[in-house]
């Protein structure tokens, strides 16, 4: 019986060869954004957009919570876990009630620089998802029972957390590139946990959960201008005359050797390299992201198709911006077995040198443009997505201006500026970072190789 079907391949080809792949159409612009972008009396900054695909509305709340003392990673965790479980007026299955009502939902995360409270509802239940974060932040109790049940849940998830490679590749990398600065402490030591009363919990909110300083981001189906009112009217009891607390500005990151972190009896090790970048306020951030993209950015990057696609020696491998306040850096990440890890690591310090020895061609400029302005609006053509982009920014004190024009700025850099990106950028000598897996296996590869500080 003939094929009532053609092939892929067969589709994909003429009688003259290959069937030419139409070039990409001309990219959209950005979708023009109305919003409100104002700080209120109580020195919250309220940044209201109105993006009604959906009748929902995606909240953001971003505190600065930098702290210095060794216990304060540890005191921060239990709070953040802590903090929607009652208030004078609600407890937790209050909370959790109201909440459900208006399809709706908060949640917390914490780290060396922000405390984040994330959330959603209906656009009409707005009013109450704005009601209850209010009462928490203003009012929340932090029960005896409910500190030390999820304490303990905590010290359990972190034991757990780190026997990971990934998480111990992770602090063994802080450590190398920031010493003992207090952001190396993202994940506090188990037996701090355990020693978290809700006293100190109480504590640390009334001395950092504060609106000056910081920011409140709304995105949905909503009116910039209204909501603001709403917004006023809801958190205009959380108010002091004290700033929040950033963290403190993080040292330039240092080219130097890379570590040999040992893990005994490892059958994979995870590659992790790091170099100091320029934030997104800088003129040569566009340039930079798309050399990133080239390099090792997307699926189609040189790096991946040298050590995925050619070499095998890896399922994945990637580099990208870690951003920290106002501050930027270049990260590389790759997790190989452990016969391939010297040669992994050798690659990549390969590709490093080709993207100034080889820059970056106008083809491959081309195609590094439309996926990065492509994702990006991908990525914002949801509430969620814009929401977090736009949290993401109000870190740098940036907003739905510099959102909207990044395409257009990506559209207007030339080869010539991303390739003086790449030269300036990507020199080898400007990585540092640690090898994390067993020294067992590792050891004479690296050696050999050069360039590593072995145990």
């Given amino acids: 019986m003939a094929k009532s079907y053609r092939s892929a391949e067969e589709i994909g080809r003429t009688t003259l060869g290959p069937r030419p792949v139409p070039e990409l159409g001309e990219q959209r612009p950005a979708a023009d954004l109305a919003s409100v972008d104002t700080v209120l009396p109580n020195g919250l900054r309220v940044l209201a957009v109105r993006h009604a695909s959906v009748p929902t509305v995606e909240l953001r709340l971003r505190i600065p919570f930098g702290g210095t003392d060794p216990l304060h990673s540890a005191r921060a965790e239990v709070l953040a876990e802590t903090l929607l479980t009652g208030t004078t007026r609600r407890d937790r299955v209050a909370i959790d009630t109201e909440l459900a009502l208006i399809g709706g939902e908060l949640g917390t995360a914490v780290d060396p620089e922000r ?73 506090p030591e188990a037996e701090d946990v355990a020693t978290v009363d809700p006293d100190a919990v109480r504590a640390l909110h009334a001395a950092a959960v504060l609106p000056r300083g910081s920011v409140l981001v709304l995105v949905g189906d909503l009116d910039p201008e209204k909501v603001v009112d709403d917004v006023v009217a809801a958190v205009g009891g959380w108010s002091s005359e004290k700033e929040t607390t950033p963290l403190q500005p993080l040292p330039d990151v240092q080219g130097g050797d890379v570590l ?79 016969e391939v890890t010297a040669a992994a690591l050798m690659e990549t310090r390969y590709e490093l040198t080709r993207l100034r020895v080889v820059p970056p061609s106008e083809e491959e400029v081309a195609a590094v443009r439309q996926y990065a302005v492509g994702s990006l609006l991908i990525s914002t053509s949801s509430q969620t997505g814009l929401a977090s982009q736009l949290a993401a920014l109000t870190g740098a004190g940036l907003g739905v201006d510099w959102l909207t024009g990044h395409p257009q700025r990506l559209q207007q850099v030339t080869t010539e500026q991303v390739v003086a990106a790449a030269r300036e950028f990507f020199a080898p000598e400007r990585f540092t970072g640690v090898v994390v897996g067993d020294p067992d296996a590792l050891t004479d590869g690296l050696a050999a190789l050069g360039g590593v500080v072995l145990p």
Avoid: C
Wanted: net charge negative; no cysteine.
């Fill in 115 to 187: 405390l984040s409270v994330s959330g959603s509802s209906l656009a009409e239940g707005l009013p109450t998802l704005l009601d209850v974060l209010a009462d928490v932040l203003i009012d929340a109790t932090y029960p005896d029972n409910e500190v030390a049940r999820e304490r303990e849940r905590l010290a359990e998830r972190i034991a757990v957390a780190r026997t990971q490679p990934r998480v111990i590749a992770r602090e063994a990398l802080q450590r190398r590139r920031y010493g003992d600065h207090p952001v190396v402490r993202e994940m």
């Fill in 260 to 338: 040999l972190v040992p893990r005994a009896g490892a059958v994979q090790s995870q590659i992790r390299l790091s170099a100091q970048a320029v934030p997104r306020t800088d003129e040569r951030y566009a340039a930079l992201q798309l050399a990133n993209l080239v390099f090792g950015g997307y699926f189609s990057s040189r790096l991946v198709e040298n050590i995925r696609e050619d070499k095998g020696y890896t399922y994945g491998a990637h580099s990208g911006f870690e951003f920290t306040g106002e501050t930027a850096t270049l990260d590389i990440d790759a997790d190989t077995a452990s």
